[in-house]
């Protein structure tokens, strides 16, 4: 590991990152393009020219400012790992926003190559950038490159070596703050140096700009590096900062950025961009946008994309889920065969084949949901909704950047609710932040997807896709009220303004959609592997034992007794039939059957009935495990495996379910306290008290809502 050089990418939300790392290490990472998703860093590993490099992909990032986690993380690793190399992805043809972060760091005088990425992006918008001309400028190299295929990527990764290897820093850029400041930072770079103040992770001119900043994180460690000096550097930041306010009426932060973006159009102003057209001229993103974002047109097209993501899903998905419930059928008979009746064949049977057969039974579904979710994303459609949806989530309180936690927790379909509330550390209103973090756990993550599935194909087999369009409708809707909700009592607050920048349309590959798909589906398949097995293990045993009181064993075994003596002409069937009553009453009685009937007084009002109760109270750990566990309850009662029914055909033809249970048991699902995963991750957001809140909050509002419906309904019908 010693000879390894270290590099790290740095950049821009959408400008490439992600792409050239998994170019480069074929790391599996999905390709994110909104700030929230990713906030960890990636690491990969590859050869080049004899040498290994370890590449360490940073969260993308508009600048070196401690604003988001995304930016503590980059500057944290750029400060502290202290990369031998930094490749910095810059977008070719947005680069009055891109190269922001390239001043700052050119200020954090890090060891840098530029990646002046989509560069065909940019001549089919009439743009040619002098990347020679960039490079004589900034003094540092310049490659152009096209992430997406590879070209000018070997000539980057060459030139990135030999900055690694060079032993001397790169010279900073030379920007001027104006008079005040410039003296100001002098002076301050003064102090610092002598002080050997902070000087072992940053330089002197960043740790001065972050005092005049008032960068949180970076007057915290100075405190406890050196209160003496980081008095004293505060007190001149806060001089200044009053000087500033008196004789500009701004503040030392502000000019700073605006001098920032000045040193760029004189950058670019010499040379650096001639254009082949008109500057008013529309590119094909923005003739796509005017038709895509249009107030009224836009969100009629939003829905009709989001059914047409339902209808493909099913009618593809529909032959593969029949496949694999043929396969777990055929399994289960194996074993039916194979081993004498005991504890042994009922759990492989109705705990593991029953439980975690009915969980992976729906892969095709959740693939075929997945691939559709990757085409819109890796589009850049998905950024439209965003956009879009940022209206509508002003009238109810939120954020525009609210909308990307939704939709990372599956407001468009699958997902996850665990990303989607960390995905809520972008937003700087710490009301708003709640609120929405509150509120993602309503949509319809991967996890709701199978038992949603489940219920409608079971109840609503005419048209599934247009039931599953209009749950994910009330998904949303609820979510927005109770989001209203909140932010008019306990979390009052004004929202603040939001602006996001819209990617160019791009043309997905189809090895990077099935990269995506294949990626999800396996997270899928291996919780249904792990988790859920052992959870469907552990319930089948809550299932089975105790047993029957002795008393009602003897009662069975003397009818049994009896019939077997009995000559009567349907004494096999009499004997089925009587199978059947004493494995039901044997799961009554178990542990997890006990709970489920004392809860039953209560949850009938929902229509619910015992077993019902048994898998909502699993659903509680993770949502897959009402599919598993009804499956594995359900199945206690089969005498003959090989003429065992698919589940859902045993909940149509079980009498305690019908439409209007199965409609109140799918609004309880989508509805009540998150699985438990969420339920920690809202904790260390948050606190205990805010996940607690979640709990009690969202299990309430689920059954009032299951028991109104049904109630409702059973009065219509």
Not at 29 to 39: A, C, E, K, L, R
Not at 208 to 228: C, M, N
Not at 276 to 303: F, H
Request: one cysteine or more; a negative charge.
């Amino acid at each position: 590991m010693n000879n390894e050089i270290s590099m790290a990418l740095a950049g821009n939300p959408n400008a490439g990152k992600t792409t050239l790392f998994n170019y480069l290490t074929g790391a599996r990472q999905h390709v994110g393009n909104y700030p929230g998703i990713t906030v960890d860093h990636k690491v990969g590993y590859m050869q080049h020219g004899g040498a290994k490099l370890s590449i360490t992909d940073l969260p993308g990032t508009y600048s070196l400012t401690a604003y988001s986690m995304e930016e503590i993380v980059a500057r944290d690793h750029l400060t502290e790992e202290k990369p031998q190399a930094v490749i910095n992805i810059v977008d070719a043809s947005n680069l009055q926003r891109n190269l922001y972060l390239t001043c700052q760091l050119l200020e954090l005088g890090v060891p840098m190559v530029i990646a002046l990425n989509m560069i065909d992006v940019a001549e089919d918008r009439g743009m040619t950038v002098q990347a020679e001309k960039l490079q004589e400028l900034l003094g540092v190299p310049v490659v152009g490159i096209i992430a997406r295929s590879g070209k000018g990527v070997d000539e980057l990764m060459k030139v990135a070596l030999e900055v690694a290897a060079e032993p001397t820093p790169q010279p900073m850029a030379k920007i001027s703050y104006g008079e005040d400041l410039d003296a100001t930072l002098q002076q301050m770079m003064a102090v610092i140096s002598d002080k050997s103040f902070l000087t072992s992770t940053t330089p002197p001119l960043f740790t001065a700009i972050k005092y005049l900043e008032d960068d949180e994180q970076i007057l915290a460690k100075g405190r406890q590096a050196d209160a003496t000096v980081a008095a004293e550097l505060e007190e001149t930041a806060a001089q200044l900062s009053r000087h500033t306010q008196q004789t500009l009426d701004v503040y030392p932060e502000s000019i700073l950025a605006d001098q920032r973006y000045g040193f760029i159009k004189s950058l670019l102003r010499q040379g650096v961009i001639s254009h082949r057209y008109e500057s008013d001229r529309l590119y094909t993103s923005d003739k796509i946008d005017m038709i895509l974002t249009n107030r009224l047109l836009g969100p009629v097209i939003m829905l009709a994309v989001l059914f047409g993501v339902y209808q493909f899903t099913f009618s593809w998905s529909e032959v593969p889920v029949i496949w694999l419930e043929n396969v777990f059928g055929w399994l289960g008979t194996i074993i039916d065969s194979a081993l004498d009746d005991g504890l042994l064949k009922s759990m492989l049977i109705s705990g593991v084949i029953d439980g975690v057969g009915g969980v992976l039974g729906f892969v095709p579904l959740i693939m075929f949901m997945f691939f559709s979710i990757a085409i819109l994303e890796d589009t850049g459609y998905l950024a439209r909704v965003a956009y879009m949806m940022d209206r509508l989530f002003r009238i109810f309180g939120l954020h525009g950047s609210s909308v990307m936690p939704f939709i990372v927790s599956g407001g468009i379909a699958g997902g996850c609710a665990v990303p989607g509330v960390m995905a809520t550390r972008t937003l700087r209103s710490p009301k708003e932040r709640m609120a929405t973090l509150l509120t993602v756990p309503f949509m319809n993550c991967g996890a709701k997807l199978p038992v949603l599935a489940l219920l409608i194909g079971a109840f609503f087999s005419e048209d599934k896709a247009r039931y599953m369009f209009i749950f994910t409708l009330i998904s949303w809707v609820v979510a927005l009220l109770a989001a209203r909700l909140f932010r008019a009592t306990v979390l009052k607050g004004t929202s603040t303004p939001f602006v996001m920048e819209l990617p160019p349309y791009r043309l997905p590959t189809l090895r990077g959609l099935l990269i995506h798909t294949w990626e999800r589906t396996w997270q899928y398949i291996k919780k249904a592997g792990t988790v859920i097995l052992g959870i469907s293990i552990l319930l089948w045993a809550l299932m089975t034992f105790p047993g029957l009181p002795e008393q009602k064993a003897a009662s069975f075994e003397a009818e049994r007794v009896q019939l077997q003596t009995a000559s009567t002409e349907n004494a096999t069937e009499n004997l089925n039939a009587l199978e059947r009553r004493q494995k039901e009453e044997e799961l009554r009685y178990s542990l997890a059957g006990r709970f489920g009937t004392f809860l039953e007084p209560v949850t009938s009002l929902a229509g619910f009935d015992w077993k019902t109760n048994i898998a909502l109270v699993g659903g509680f750990a993770a949502k897959e495990v009402i599919v598993s566990t009804l499956g594995t309850a359900y199945s206690m009662g089969d005498i003959d495996v090989e003429e065992a029914e698919p589940l859902g055909k045993k909940l149509k033809e079980d009498k305690n379910w019908n439409k209007n249970v199965a409609i109140a048991a799918l609004l309880f699902i989508m509805f009540y306290a998150p699985c438990f995963v969420t339920v920690v991750c809202i904790a260390r957001e948050s606190s205990w008290k805010w996940a607690s809140f979640s709990i009690i909050f969202n299990t309430v509002f689920a059954f009032v809502l299951a028991v109104t419906v049904f109630q409702v309904g059973s009065a219509l019908s």
